[in-house]
């Protein structure tokens, strides 16, 4: 746990995959130093050379969970599941998905079934892969694949949560005025209900 | 820009604020420790005790930019102005919202208007806070608020990029297709458009 400073320079990494990246005019990446970094995370510093020659130094944070699911299940057409549970970013109880990492010898959809299992005590007949979110690309390396669960029945498997997570079944129809109120302010849990409303058909109409 | 190694007791932070939090049952926060830090991160160790009892240890990042605002910005009921941008996080151009953070003596919305005029070029005659998202608030302390900006019309302020970012004027009606194509991945602008979309009464029924 202990914090650990350090100032070498490590290989440029290889995360130009999975998301959808436009490749024209991106910088070249001259030098990255790994400034700091914990048990969970890492500071890295990129030094780059934009195509019109200027140069800048950018932070971005590296964290352990690379592999990461979300989950959006349904148990009808009509609900989600969502949990609520304490993160100490914002030092409250906040309302989300239930998600995780993936162990090295899961796939995501292994993973999915697990996490699932573990935070809300079901599993699904159905899992789909809706594609993947990150959160704010400009200084994290994070990204979430989405996962739609559907079919679900009972299964008990213990989590590694200090206390069980509240696990409330919510109206897809509700997920507009649970944001507009401010109680659902997680955006990569909007952004992944958004994408299975799209999914499943559910007349996703901005207009 | 050099990382420093930092292990000492700061206060408890006060960040139980702004979003909506449920208080019940939170653990109580025995000692906060900064692990690391960079100009723009610092790595924090929390020692929890829960209310039944168990006592963790949860690592979570604050960042510099703690009043960060991001723009919805519409040119008429059924287009938004989008950015193409390079992000380091995952190397790569992507496409997402203006954005960027309050200096101190900068409302919100004063924020807003200027990111607006330095990233695409436009003023707002009517500016509309819609909310606050968070990102990943078991691990991070960001927090970006969500504005709607209306009655556009041209401004000329240099930005602070390195290279002029792109800007493209994209059809609500296309953002679930985008979403779904992979092309449009970041949470946090998806977030926002359906908080705008929801504002702008656009008829956003899931069923």
Redesign the interface.
Known sequence: ???????RTVQA?T??HR?????????T?LKTEL???????Q?E??H?Q???G?R??????R?TGYRSVMLVAMPDP?HVLMV???????????L?LPKGGAEADESYLQAAQRELCEEVGLRAARLTE???????????????RVVLAQDLSPCALDGDE??PLECIKVP??Q??ER?????L????A???L??A???CG??????
């Open positions: 746990m202990a914090g650990r400073q350090v100032q990494s995360l130009r998301v959808g990246l436009h490749m024209r005019n991106c910088p990446i400034l700091a970094e914990s048990s969970h995370f500071i510093a990129l780059l934009f195509s019109n200027q800048r130094i950018y932070e971005r944070l964290g009509e609520r549970e304490y993160a100490v970013g914002v030092e409250g109880t906040i989300g809706l594609g993947e979110l990150t959160l704010a690309p400009g200084h994290l390396c994070h990204r979430y200090p206390e897809l129809a997920i507009p944001v507009a109120s401010g109680e302010h997680e955006a990569r909007i952004a992944a958004f994408m409303m799209g999914a559910s007349g996703l109409d901005p207009r």
